[in-house]
């Protein structure tokens, strides 16, 4: 007896896992989703019984053949309680079930690893931190927290990926973010979901989850020579960031080091939490940005500079921890000969490309106090 | 003892009153030209009808290219104006007139007394409007098509494509307003124009759900006007209010569109919901139950009803915080709706049920919208709207709600009120068996779209991954069962025109003022207006004119 | 009610026994009046909708680009917005007078006033002209040869020099393309409105010199005048929000 209702259950998930109803729940965040799900299924199917059956029934019972006088009924107050509040009641539970499922996917956890991705018709480009590229797809390791910083080089997109229950709008001009552990190793859908044009349907790709051990082989494999942040240190001095954000006491820009995470007090008043949305803000509408104590002379870089450099420029940012290789590549960058790029990691000589307000000589600049933090 | 409350005048001697509105005069222009309110109707009747076939065409179009995962059936790029075509031309130009422009316009000033709407040749300019930017889809069409989704979602639709995007543009502009002046007609004529007796709390359902779709069309359709002003603008000048690289925002463009599209979907479907109160009251004999709650439903779904767009935006970058007061508000708007469907299910308690083609359209209406609501909710909750939006999750959703609620609606109108429009009945069984396929053929093509909407299969998708062919074949299918259930009722609608049965004034036994009077009705309605002294549904009125008639005529 | 219970098919003209102007589908002049009336305040009602959706958008942008919202607006010459604002107001006042004296049936003193406010319109829109002339030759039309100059070397402009603006930053000048963006789009769509009124003014004066509205029958007259009233209220809310940034004490 057992054995057969093994097989038969055995069946019964080939089947069912076959035809799938849902997707595979591959991230932390997705049991927790298909739970409010089901629970809307079952209300729903309940609603739609009561309906269907009071429906039937009443049709039944009081067929013109059967109940041929109908008895004029004004309504009922007790009734209309009843569902209005029941009803009501249940929509308020899975608003607030919802709601903190939503937080949760849209929080990352301060301790996620941050891969940016930036989606332009028609494909997506992952870029990990240690600077590994890939096309529609995204390699991630299993059982740790991965943001994803996301943009649009155009229009709108939608990056998602269903088996992990997370979607997010790429916009231009702005970063978005989302985040998931996943949970079990395989490869998963990736589609765009926004419709962007000609090729939206294509824009899709697989979501690679690796274990630990796989993810650092592939990471080591596929490193296309510099992180990211290395080269945000080549863009930070191509593009003479750090003639101002030197690191000095005196400088006209204030102090990088460390400023990632930290709250900043700007000049206008408000204060801002220094996240890659704002560095991003900083760079290309620099004026609407200023901290306290510093003139509204940073030039602006739009236009001059693509998401990917943007990209490179936060990365730099966020893992700079003091002014040494800011104060190095200064160096460096004077003692090179003209028309040498002598690679030490970051330097090569600014070059007649270089933004034409790149020496920003604002009116009033002044001795700066200490760096602010 | 008869299943049937169809009541015929002998057909031996009946005639079609020689005159009512439709022979007063002969002529194009006397058509075209018109201020009746009745001929109005028509005229909107032909159109709307014209161009729900040229988008059953184009839905047809999308499904046979996804019976296969690949796009093979017709350039990508064509799959996408025919998918933006499809919803251009269902929602501006069949769903948001439908029931409003044809039955609104037709019974309005016959359900609350009057001889016409308030403003006829503000009407008559409505039908022109509506038929002038029909003619732009068209020529949008011919032209090229434009391809930016219905949702004309910047920046694609203002710096990325090189379609018809603003003849589109224009056309939805100009039908704006054709909804904007109907809406307008409705509020003035309610307000101003009731017979005497006739107060708010008399009025038919139908005339309450009509207010409540008037008041969105009124306020919310110029948001979308302006958006559509500025979209052009960016188009073709250089302003910037929508691109990044300027300083613009383009979820701006998100907000002041959703602002009215989500009013829309109220303004498609309560008209439809008034039907349903008129139709199930009439096959149940009984008042509707509970008439105050489902006027104040009405109002209430408005109202609420312009408080919730940015659940359209959930996953868009927008505040967290923003996103718990649209999905309160989203639960808040979603409960009128339940209360409707509670109402009409116990009107049919202690009823006297029949089961004529209406009623049939009625249930349909009741299960599948429920449905389709029930779903609403699923995408009003901020955690699974993040899995469940753009995907075909949400295409089910607004179709069942749209074509399983509004469109059934609408049938089920169409043939309530026939033999009151055109003095003839359509043929029974054949509209039974209709309404049956109908219902058969949309739940096979839209069902399945739940399941590949949780799977994860994405909207506007010309090509899909192999493992959710099964499912679109499947809605195919259905869809082809769909499109036979629509292609009926035009044959023997058309048909009964000249050999349906005489219907006489009051078929179905109705309480109405609609049906207090000839069928077809006279141009000016009522040769005297009426002084109104009972409730709506008064159906013991009924019987007591009837005992009347008989006692009268007897003598 | 009973006005019109002898309408009868084919009835004779004779058996109509109300006003030639009352159409046949009311009751009575009285339910005409309210139910024009009514409509009219409704439309005026759409159209502040309609306006709406710009307010918010320029609402939203002063808020994030507040100094890029000043620079624009110095640049807009308040002389002429002050003129124009007084040539609305007043032309207000003659349509209401023009409504007083369709009431009162002075025909000729009917015309001049809508022919004094169908001036002041066409005034109004003259000063636009060069207001939007202006504009074009200092090439800050958005899109067409934007320039940021004035904003990012305030001495090179007249106007900007003579408020004494400070140079604004590069990204912060760029954003005054949207505020002339919503400059052009809410002064564009108000003119356009103007427009629309001044040739029903024209059709109106002919109309006036006939006759029709001094018969005591004033309904058009006085909607139109809503209409006109409202045109001149958007202007009263343009001309802060767009001339008048930043001048406050």
């Known amino acids: 007896m057992n054995h057969i209702s093994d097989v038969i259950w055995q069946f019964l998930i080939k089947w069912l896992t076959n035809f799938a109803l849902f997707p595979p729940e591959a991230s932390r965040i997705a049991p927790q989703m298909d739970a409010l799900y089901f629970f809307m299924v079952l209300v729903s199917l309940i609603g739609l019984t009561v309906v269907v059956l009071l429906i039937t029934s009443f049709s039944i019972l009081y067929r013109k053949r059967r109940h041929p006088v109908a008895v004029q009924i004004e309504g009922s107050t007790m009734l209309e309680a009843t569902w209005t509040i029941i009803p009501l009641g249940l929509f308020l539970v899975m608003f607030v079930w919802g709601a903190i499922i939503y937080f949760r996917i849209y929080t990352p956890p301060a301790n996620a690893m941050n891969i940016y991705v930036v989606g332009k018709q028609w494909m997506w480009k992952a870029e990990h931190p240690g600077g590994q590229h890939e096309i529609n797809s995204l390699h991630v390791p299993m059982g740790r927290p991965i943001q994803l910083t996301l943009i649009s080089q155009d229009v709108f997109h939608s990056f998602s990926i269903p088996a992990f229950r997370v979607k997010r709008e790429a916009i231009p001009g702005r970063y978005t973010t989302v985040w998931f552990e996943a949970t079990t190793p395989g490869t998963f859908h990736l589609f765009c979901t926004q419709y962007c044009g000609t090729n939206h349907s294509a824009m899709i790709g697989d979501i690679i989850v690796q274990t630990p051990d796989d993810y650092k082989k592939w990471l080591a494999e596929s490193t296309s020579g510099m992180s990211l942040a290395q080269n945000g240190e080549r863009l930070f001095a191509t593009l003479s960031c750090n003639a101002c954000h030197n690191g000095r006491p005196d400088s006209r820009g204030p102090s990088l080091a460390n400023v990632f995470g930290s709250n900043l007090t700007l000049a206008n008043g408000g204060t801002a939490t220094a996240d890659e949305a704002f560095l991003r803000q900083a760079i290309l509408n620099p004026s609407e940005h200023v901290t306290q104590g510093y003139s509204p002379i940073m030039p602006t870089y739009q236009g001059q500079i693509s998401e990917d450099g943007v990209i490179a420029l936060v990365e730099y940012i966020k893992n700079l921890n003091s002014n040494y290789r800011v104060e190095q590549t200064l160096n460096t960058t004077k003692l090179l000969p003209e028309s040498e790029g002598r690679a030490t990691g970051a330097a090569s000589r600014p070059t007649a490309t270089a933004p034409a307000t790149s020496a920003p000589k604002g009116p009033n600049s002044e001795p700066r106090g200490t760096v602010k933090q | 003892m008869s299943t049937t409350i169809v009541s015929l005048p002998d057909q031996a001697t009946a005639r079609v009153p020689k005159t009512n509105f439709l022979t007063k005069e002969n002529g194009l222009l006397s058509w075209l030209l018109t201020g009746d309110h009745k001929r109005i109707a028509i005229l909107y009747l032909i159109s709307i009808t014209f161009f729900f076939f040229i988008g059953g065409a184009l839905a047809g179009l999308i499904r046979l290219e996804l019976l296969t995962p690949q796009s093979d059936l017709m350039a990508t790029d064509t799959y996408n104006k025919v998918f933006t075509m499809h919803g251009v031309v269902m929602i501006f130009l069949f769903l948001v007139p439908s029931v409003p422009a044809t039955l609104g316009n037709f019974l309005i000033p016959i359900m609350i007394g009057a001889k016409d709407l308030a403003l006829p040749k503000i009407n008559l300019l409505s039908w022109y409007l509506y038929v002038v930017g029909g003619i732009l889809v068209l020529y949008t069409m011919i032209t090229g098509g434009v391809d930016t989704g219905w949702t004309f979602t910047t920046p694609l639709s203002t710096h990325y494509l090189n379609t018809n995007v603003l003849s589109t543009g224009i056309a939805v502009f100009i039908a704006g307003f054709s909804s904007i002046f109907t809406g307008l007609n409705f509020i003035v004529t309610i307000h101003k124009m009731r017979a005497p007796g006739m107060t708010w709390f008399r009025l038919p359902l139908f005339v309450w759900s009509h207010y409540a779709a008037s008041i969105l069309m009124v306020l919310g359709t110029p948001v979308l006007a302006i958006a559509i002003v500025l979209v052009a603008l960016e188009r073709t000048t250089g302003i910037g209010v929508f691109d990044p690289s300027k300083g613009g925002d383009p979820l701006l463009f998100q907000h002041l569109f959703w602002f009215y599209s989500h009013p829309a979907v109220y303004i498609m479907i309560l008209p439809g919901m008034g039907v349903i109160s008129e139709v199930v009251s009439t096959f149940a004999r009984k008042r509707v139950f509970g008439y105050t709650a489902v006027a104040f439903s009405s109002v209430a779904i408005a109202v609420f009803g312009f408080f919730v767009w940015e659940h359209h935006m959930f996953i868009m970058g927008v505040s967290t915080y923003s996103t718990l007061v649209f999905s309160l508000l989203t639960m808040l708007v979603a409960v009128p709706s339940a209360i409707k469907i509670f109402n009409w299910t116990f009107t049919l308690y202690k009823g006297s049920i029949t089961f004529e083609t209406p009623m049939l359209y009625a249930f349909g209406f009741m299960g599948l919208f429920t449905i389709g609501g029930l779903t609403g909710v699923f995408l009003g909750t901020t955690g699974t709207d993040i899995h469940l939006t753009e995907t075909y999750f949400i295409v089910a959703h607004f179709h069942f709600v749209m074509v399983g609620g509004m469109l059934m609606a609408f049938l089920a109108g169409i043939h309530f009120w026939w033999p009151k429009i055109t003095g003839r009945m359509y043929p029974e069984k054949i509209s039974q068996l209709a309404a049956l396929v109908t219902f058969i053929g949309f739940n096979f093509t839209f069902f399945p779209q739940f399941i590949l909407g949780t799977l994860g299969m994405p909207r506007r998708y010309a090509a899909y991954p192999a493992e959710f062919q099964i499912l679109n074949v499947f809605s195919t299918a259905g869809a082809t069962i769909l499109g036979v259930g629509y292609v009926l009722p035009l044959l023997y609608l058309a048909w009964s025109l000249k050999y349906g049965e005489v219907a006489g004034d009051n078929p179905w036994q109705a309480t109405g003022l609609e049906w207090q009077i000839q069928s077809p009705p006279l141009t000016e309605n009522f040769l005297e207006i009426p002084v109104v002294d009972r409730e709506a549904y008064d159906y013991e009125w009924l019987e007591r004119q009837k005992e009347k008639e008989v006692t009268t005529s007897v003598g | ?249």
């Open chain 3, 1 to 249: 009610m009973s006005d019109s219970t002898a309408i009868v098919n084919g009835a004779p003209a004779e058996a109509h026994a109300h006003p030639p102007y009352q159409r046949h589908h009311f009751e009575s002049m009285g339910q005409q009046v309210d139910a024009t009336s009514f409509a009219m305040w409704l439309f005026l009602l759409t159209e502040v909708m309609f306006f709406g959706g710009l307010f918010t958008a320029y609402l939203i942008y002063r808020n994030w680009y507040y100094p890029a919202f000043v620079a624009g607006s110095h640049q807009l010459s308040i002389l002429w917005g002050t003129l124009n604002t007084a040539v609305l107001i007043t032309s207000s006042f003659t349509m209401a007078m023009g409504v007083w004296c369709a009431e009162t049936r002075r025909k000729g003193a009917l015309v001049l006033c809508l022919t004094l406010t169908f001036l002041l319109g066409l005034v109004f829109l003259g000063i636009k002209t060069i207001e939007y002339g202006e504009k074009i030759e200092k090439h800050h039309v958005p899109g067409f040869h934007y320039s940021v100059q004035s904003f990012v070397n305030p001495q090179s402009d007249e106007a900007a020099k003579s408020y004494g603006d400070k140079p604004l930053p590069l990204d912060m000048a760029r954003h005054t393309e949207v505020y002339f963006s919503l400059y052009f789009a809410m002064t564009g769509m108000h003119a356009l409105h103007m427009i629309i009124g001044i040739a029903i003014l024209a059709f109106m004066i002919v109309r006036a010199r006939a006759g029709a509205y001094t018969t005591g029958h004033i309904t058009f007259v006085e909607n139109f005048g809503l209409y006109w009233h409202f045109v001149d209220i958007i202007w009263i809310f343009l001309f802060p929000l767009l001339y008048l940034i930043s001048r406050h004490g």
